[in-house]
Every structure is written in C-alpha cells, then in structure tokens.
C-alpha cells in the first residue's frame, strides 16, 4: 500500500493536467524528481521505479514512440558496483544479491536513415550510502535535484522542441538508470540496443546542468570525439564561457557511447558544495540557466542537422595519466576554472585544507616544490606525499599570494 501511495504523489503533477494539453515546466519537473517523496531515486528501490513510471507517462502524453523492451522501459540486473570503465556484472533477475535497474527509453521517428541519442541518468543516492559525502549520524534523503534531475528536465523539454522539427534524424531519449553505481545503465543499453548502434550519429548526456552561476561557465566534454564539435559549440555559442574537454571518457553515462564509437557531447555546470549531499535541492536550482543550456542545445542539434553522419575519432583518456595518490586536501575543484592553478569551489570540514586555512575561492598554485598550473598537476604533486607529512601550500586569494602550512 506505501508503494501506491508514493505512486501516486509520483504522479500528481502529471495527473492534474491529464485532461488537457500537459505543459510541465522544467522547474515542475525537477521539483517533482526532487521530492522527498521519492526518497533520493536509489536504483533498484520502488522510489526509482515510481519515477520510472512518471518518465514514461510524461514520454507518453508528449508523444514518443516506446523504445525499450517493455514499452518505455529496459530492465536490467546485475550484481555489485563495478569500475565504471570496466564489463559491468550483469545477472539474471532473482539471483541471490541482485538489483534491478530500470532505463526509460522514447523515440522520435522521422524515418532518417541515422538517429541521434540524448540522454540524462534519473537515479541518485537514496538516503546516501557509498558515494554520499554526507558526515552526519543519521540517514538522509539525498533529492539529487542538480545530480541529476536537472539534465532529465532539460531532456524533457527538448523533446518538445524536437518534436516536428530538424527531421534529418530520428531522435532516441534515454533516461538511464544506475549511473550512480558505475554508468550501468547506459552501459546495459550499449550492449543491449533497441535501436542498430552503427546507425548513431552521436549522443548528448546532460549531467549536472541545474547550477549555472553568474559567469555563465558550461563546460562540455566529447569535443575531440568528432572534428566538427569546436566549430559548432563556437558558433552556437551566445554567451557561454565555455570550458572544453577532449576526451570522450569521463565518469557519465556518455562514456558508454564512445566506447562503441560514438561521437559524444557531455554538458556540466559544475561541482558545488551539495553534490552527493543532502542539500541538493529543487529550489537552488539555476532554472533560467536550464533554459539557456537548453536553447543551446538546440540551436547545436539544429546546426548539425543538414550535415551527414558525423566522423567519429578516438581521444586521449585523461583518466589513464591520472597518477594515484595516497593523501587530498579535502576540497572541491571549480572544474569550470581555466585560469592557472586550481581554484577551489569548495572545502570539506575538518579536513587538511580547512585545517590549514584555504577557503573556497582560493587558487592553489604551489604544493612543497611543484607549480600548479591545472588540475593534473595538481593531482601529480599529491603523489608526492604520505600520510602525516607537512608541506607548505600557496594560493591565490584576490591577487594575494598566501602560504599554508599543510599536514597530510
């Protein structure tokens, strides 16, 4: 009876407007996904598949063609958490330990020879757990409004706009599943298509678009995956400061689809001091900002539509030259920041930096003898130290150079 009656709240928003033309707003959508009713969207739990049923309904009313292998719906089982660049373990549904996820898949069909993927994970953490940065002693809802409600309302309301327009391709809409636990999700449907993969022109991921702050700093990564990227982010571009990234491999659901040879774009506005804690919530959302993101998107879907199938090409990993490391300051990088050094969006309590003084804002420039001048090296210079070691680190805070003596 709960599980109804969450249900039910689920779908409230959708249910009032059932008799007339819907017209949920992004804010509506985010706020809904947001809610404590659903408990943080944990994989495999009814709260995740009471979203699932509000996605596909809203799929329904706005006219998509189902595309899963149940209607709307892929499910998928697997085990534990795996890599996320590695096979993810999938089972049978029933085996002992396992979970089942749920992707929600709608299709535009222009009857285009070739089809282009845009997709946004809806799970999150639940009441927190492995990958939660919460401290507290007791559970809490983790609402994931920004991680990554966000991109699922900016998927939605580019359907609308997709709808009867730009019908050189058809359109896939994937709302995936279990990124939380390693891109499972996207990497069930890449092995599982419901539609011929060779036949993909490319695919957009929205992760994390809900906090555009006033720079207007978006950053995009894929840009390497096909030659024509740059050029179209430019031209499209009406006021974005935009950071670029090469690599088509990072810890999103895109990173599936380029593993299969896909051209992929992948949209961020960034980390915040609530990212996989309990105050990511609806009402600090950027919504304005959602619409700006999604008008882009558009306009670059728009562009790209009279061109043929786009040139796929194999990019760096970044990942794989990131060096281990045994210490952290305990902050979190404005990874929107182009500027020399790391600038720091965040600082974790009772941790080396906050120990030592560095505040958010600050821009790291040097750690014992090693310049900063980007969040690699930055990561080579920890690889340096151990445990219980002191070093002095400087920053930059309002054109100041500062010193810190820090204690890993």
């Known amino acids: 009876m709960r599980a109804f009656t969450l249900l039910f709240l689920a779908l409230i928003i959708f249910s009032c407007k059932k008799d007339m033309p819907v017209i949920v707003t992004m804010e509506e959508d985010v706020s809904l996904l947001a809610s ?75 009857q285009a020879e070739n089809t282009v993927v845009v997709g946004a994970h809806f799970d999150h953490l639940g009441m927190g757990g492995e990958g939660s940065l919460y401290r507290g002693e007791e559970p809490a809802i983790h609402n994931g409004a920004d991680d990554n409600a966000s991109g699922v309302a900016v998927v939605l309301d580019l359907i609308q706009d997709l709808k009867d327009t730009n019908t050189n391709y058809n359109y ?79 810890p999103s659901d895109h990173t599936s689809f380029y593993l299969a040879d896909i051209p992929v774009l992948h949209f961020f506005t960034g980390q915040h001091e609530d990212y996989h804690r309990p105050g990511d919530d609806s009402e600090k959302l950027n919504y304005e900002g959602m619409e700006q993101i999604s008008q882009y998107l558009m306009a670059i879907i728009t562009d790209l539509d009279d061109d043929p199938k786009l040139e796929f090409r194999k990019t760096k990993n970044e990942s794989e030259e990131t060096p281990s490391f045994k210490v952290t300051l305990g902050v979190v990088p404005d990874y929107l920041f182009d500027g020399k050094g790391m600038r720091l969006d965040g600082v974790s309590e009772d941790r080396p930096a906050q120990k030592a003084g560095l505040q958010k804002g600050d821009v790291v420039i040097k750690v014992g003898d090693y310049e900063i001048t980007d969040m690699m090296s930055y990561m080579k210079s920890l690889s340096k130290f151990e445990k219980g070691m002191k070093t002095m680190v400087v920053v930059d805070r309002n054109g100041e150079e500062l010193e810190f003596e820090v204690t890993w």
């Open 36 to 110: 404590d009713s659903l408990q943080g969207r944990r994989t495999g739990t009814d709260y995740e598949r009471m979203a699932a049923d509000y996605l596909a309904d809203r799929f329904k009313d706005m006219g998509l063609v189902p595309k899963g292998t149940d209607g709307y719906f892929q499910e998928f089982t697997f085990t534990d958490k795996t890599d996320p660049h590695k096979e993810a373990q999938f089972i049978n549904k029933g085996e002992d330990g396992s979970v089942t996820g749920i992707n929600v898949v709608g299709y535009i069909d222009n």
């Open 172 to 250: 896939l809409f994937i709302l995936f599943s279990a990124e939380e636990i390693g891109l499972l999700g996207s990497n069930y449907y890449v092995k599982n298509p419901t539609i011929e993969l060779e036949n993909v022109n490319y695919m957009i991921n929205l992760d994390m678009v809900g906090r555009l702050n006033e720079e207007n700093a978006l950053a995009v990564h894929g840009v390497g995956t096909s030659p024509v990227f740059s050029q179209t982010l430019f031209a499209n571009n009406t006021g974005f400061k935009l950071t670029e990234k090469e690599s088509g491999v990072g």
